[in-house]
């Protein structure tokens, strides 16, 4: 079982940074990807970006070149480095981990986020506010 907590939330203006911040507690016997999703008022939620056990990364064509997804050398901590925000991604932003099946690895793939449905732990949400 993995718990996950995000914070880092705010509300910044447009052209403005945040740094979000996920702790994962408890254990997890398979091996794991961390990736944060967002969701915005009407909206479904969406992968932003996600990062596997060997810093491989992969992201939303939206964030390219403004987010960067990291971790710490233990897996227990995921940051997301947002910069030049604009109001379109406000949104509340959800960390999450994708387990691999046991014995398996966890793998990102370029290009490719995982759907929502394939991940198998969340966090509460921290909420990013972006005004124009």
């Known amino acids: 079982q993995l718990q996950l907590v995000e914070s880092g939330g705010g509300s910044v203006e447009a052209g403005g940074s945040l740094r979000l911040s996920c702790v994962v507690s408890?254990?997890?016997?398979?091996?794991?990807?961390l990736g944060w999703f967002r969701q915005a008022p009407g909206n479904e939620r969406e992968g932003v970006a996600a990062?596997?056990?060997?810093?491989?990364?992969t992201y939303a064509d939206s964030v390219k070149g403004r987010f960067t997804i990291s971790q710490d050398n233990a897996r227990k901590s995921l940051y997301l480095e947002m910069n030049n925000l604009k109001p379109e991604d406000a949104a509340l932003f959800y960390c999450?981990?994708?387990?691999?099946?046991?014995?398996?690895?966890?793998?990102?793939?370029?290009?490719?986020?995982?759907?929502?449905?394939?991940?198998?732990?969340w966090g509460q949400g921290t909420q990013v506010t972006v005004s124009s």
């Open positions: 408890g254990h997890s016997y398979s091996d794991y990807c």
């Open positions: 990062i596997d056990g060997n810093g491989r990364t």
């Open positions: 999450a981990a994708d387990l691999a099946p046991l014995g398996g690895r966890c793998t990102v793939k370029p290009g490719r986020l995982r759907p929502e449905h394939e991940w198998n732990y």
